[in-house]
């Protein structure tokens, strides 16, 4: 199976930051990559798919991007509402896997 | 509105076999792969497998952790989705989620239902 590692696993920065999150893929995954965002105690809701296409009602803020195996999400001016877990996924394989999460805290 | 509905979770002994439903509304069910994912308490989130459409065969993909105890089936009459598990273990406690696969392959989760708790203790 596809490994995703996603990094860091927590940050704390503050309102208007820009923070970024990565994963890094065991093997080439042709951008078929989605990021997910989770509140406390709510489903996970899809943000960024195809590495850089914001879904439907997603804030501009949020952006993605790639480089080789290595997927990048970047929330710009953060807000307080992006506090949250965020996943990536990739879709690439017929046997899907997630990323372990990074937990955005604000300050 | 696409909703997606789960029911069927709750306390299960170990050993036991219990089989989770997803209802689906707000879109034509039979065209889309629907996909299970489940999240152990305070971890992440797990893939577990999905169902293609009839149109794609209806076949089955699972991850290796489930595979052999985990069917996934659906009845697009009725656009609902089903998640047997069986011989239950401690591990299987999870809150279980359904979704949809935005398109025919090689696509994201684009709604979530709201998870149903499953708790496997004797």
């Known amino acids: 199976d596809i490994q995703m590692t996603q990094s860091p696993s927590s940050l704390s920065a503050s309102v208007g930051d820009r923070v970024t999150i990565t994963c890094r893929a065991s093997q080439g995954i042709s951008s078929f990559l989605a990021w997910y965002q989770q509140k406390a105690g709510k489903a996970p809701k899809l943000l960024v798919f195809?590495?850089?296409r914001l879904q439907s009602g997603v804030p501009s803020r949020f952006s993605g991007s790639a480089s080789g195996t290595d997927y990048t999400l970047s929330i710009s001016n953060l807000q307080p509402e992006d506090s949250a877990t965020y996943f990536c996924?990739?879709?690439?394989?017929?046997?899907?896997?997630f990323g372990q999460g990074t937990k955005v805290e604000i300050k | 509105e696409v909703l997606l509905v789960e029911s069927g979770g709750g306390l299960v002994q170990p050993g036991r076999s219990l089989t989770l439903s997803c209802t689906a509304s707000?879109?034509?069910?039979?065209?889309?792969?629907i996909s299970w994912v489940r999240q152990a308490p305070g971890k992440g989130l797990e893939w577990v497998g999905f169902?293609?459409?009839?149109?794609?065969?209806?076949?089955?993909e699972y991850a290796a952790s489930t595979k052999g105890r985990f069917t996934i089936s659906r009845d697009d009459s009725k656009s609902i989705t089903y998640l047997k598990i069986n011989s239950l273990e401690s591990d299987d406690t999870a809150v279980y989620y359904c979704?949809?696969?935005?398109?025919?392959?090689?696509?994201?989760?684009?709604?979530w239902g709201q998870g149903t708790l499953v708790t496997v203790s004797s």
């Open positions: 169902i293609r459409s009839e149109a794609y065969g209806g076949t089955t």
């Open positions: 707000g879109f034509t069910f039979g065209d889309y792969p």
């Open positions: 979704t949809r696969d935005q398109e025919f392959d090689r696509s994201p989760l684009d709604y």
């Open positions: 195809r590495v850089s």
């Open positions: 996924q990739q879709f690439y394989s017929s046997v899907r896997t």
